[in-house]
């Protein structure tokens, strides 16, 4: 069994193996969609997209992962966001929290070329740019698409989730799972994930 250094690197590796769907998304589509994993980014990849107030160059989120569903008109893009987030303490979840709360600024989620023109996958050559839909011609600039929608998955610690589950209510944009569900081997495939990740979606409000 292969030894990890941190449990970052057994996170990245675990959320290495997801694709580029998420998992419990992956059934029968409805309507246009471009599900793209951005983080973690492929180990050959130095770049990766991230998240941003319109504005700032300094302060960045960077999620342990980040799936960004790329939709609307080439004359008007945006994206829907998974970000899932490992938490080993507490006070790492309530840092972690203030950067997805509901808010009144709009934040961006910023791609860079390299990125965009890498392919999605080492068996599909097809660059990222052209699976997301939305882009016309092969992009020369970083592109920052509108967040339309946000959903978050918080993993944490077993003793933390238990206590957290017993006496908190997420909010509507928030999913939570234990530690070990995230690190498990092949954990997108585990049912109550999927079932769990299924509703993390506007679509699910809807009959």
Same mark, same amino acid.
């Given at each position: 069994?292969?030894?990890?250094?941190?449990?970052?690197?057994?996170?990245?590796?675990?959320?290495?193996?997801?694709?580029?769907?998420?998992?419990?998304?992956?059934?029968?589509?409805?309507?246009r969609d471009g599900?793209?994993?951005?983080?973690?980014?492929?180990?050959?990849?130095?770049?990766?997209?991230?998240l941003k107030l319109?504005?700032?160059?300094?302060?960045?989120?960077?999620?342990?992962?980040?799936?960004?569903?790329?939709?609307?008109?080439?004359? /008007?893009? %945006? !994206?829907?966001?998974?970000?899932?987030? *490992?938490? &080993?303490?507490?006070? @790492?979840?309530?840092? +972690?929290?203030?950067?997805?709360?509901?808010?009144?600024?709009?934040?961006?989620?910023?791609?860079?070329?390299?990125?965009?023109?890498?392919?999605?996958?080492?068996?599909?050559?097809?660059?990222?740019?052209?699976?997301?839909?939305?882009?016309?011609?092969?992009?020369?600039?970083?592109?920052?698409?509108?967040?339309?929608?946000?959903?978050?998955?918080?993993?944490?610690?077993r003793n933390h989730?238990?206590?957290?589950?017993?006496?908190?209510?997420?909010?509507?944009? /928030?999913? %939570? !799972?234990?530690?070990?569900?995230?690190? *498990?081997? &092949?954990?997108?495939? @585990?049912?109550?994930? +999927?079932?769990?990740?299924?509703?993390?979606?506007?679509?699910?409000?809807?009959?």
């Amino acid at each position: 069994m292969r030894e990890f250094q941190s449990l970052d690197a057994l996170v990245r590796t675990r959320l290495r193996q997801w694709p580029q769907r998420p998992p419990g998304l992956d059934g029968p589509r409805t309507g246009r969609d471009g599900w793209l994993r951005g983080r973690p980014s492929d180990t050959t990849s130095p770049c990766h997209p991230f998240l941003k107030l319109p504005g700032s160059d300094r302060l960045r989120t960077l999620p342990d992962g980040l799936w960004l569903n790329f939709a609307g008109t080439p004359a /008007e893009p %945006f !994206v829907d966001i998974l970000a899932i987030e *490992a938490c &080993a303490s507490l006070p @790492n979840l309530l840092d +972690k929290r203030s950067r997805f709360a509901p808010s009144t600024h709009s934040l961006l989620a910023v791609c860079p070329v390299p990125w965009l023109l890498a392919p999605v996958t080492a068996n599909d050559l097809t660059p990222r740019w052209q699976a997301t839909g939305v882009l016309i011609h092969q992009p020369t600039s970083t592109l920052c698409l509108p967040v339309r929608d946000i959903r978050v998955m918080y993993a944490l610690k077993r003793n933390h989730y238990d206590g957290f589950a017993e006496s908190q209510v997420p909010h509507a944009h /928030e999913y %939570f !799972v234990p530690m070990d569900t995230l690190t *498990a081997e &092949a954990g997108y495939e @585990n049912p109550r994930l +999927k079932a769990l990740l299924a509703r993390a979606t506007a679509r699910a409000n809807f009959f």
